[in-house]
Nanobody, 114 residues
């Protein structure tokens, strides 16, 4: 079991940057897969990026702009978002797969300020 708390969202102008953080309540060293998802108003939740000890994976819409990383010592997963676009506006959620179960955070809002 794990609890996840996202932070770092906010208002951002097009072309700007934000770094989201996902702090876990326990060590993530043994958590194989973690990821970021987002849900825009009126749309389904979609994958943004995932990370394992061996690889990272990105949605086509964010490739080259977003970077996912993990710091096992801080029990935290990050999402660096650059060159933000209005269509990136959404609630961003962190997810961890532990023991075959999916655990979600409460989400953090990212909003285009234009």
């Amino acid at each position: 079991q794990v609890q996840l708390v996202e932070s770092g969202g906010g208002l951002v102008q097009p072309g700007g940057s934000l770094r989201l953080s996902c702090a876990a309540s326990r060590s993530i060293f043994s958590i194989y897969a973690m990821g970021w998802y987002r849900q825009a108003p009126g749309k389904q939740r979609e994958l943004v990026a995932t990370i394992t000890p061996d690889s990272t994976n990105y949605a086509d819409s964010v490739k080259g702009r977003f970077t996912i990383s993990r710091d096992n010592a801080k029990n935290t997963v990050y999402l660096q978002m650059n060159s933000l676009k209005p269509e990136d506006t959404a609630v961003y959620y962190c997810k961890a797969l532990v023991g075959g179960k999916h655990y979600w955070g409460q989400g953090t809002q990212v909003t285009d300020s234009s």
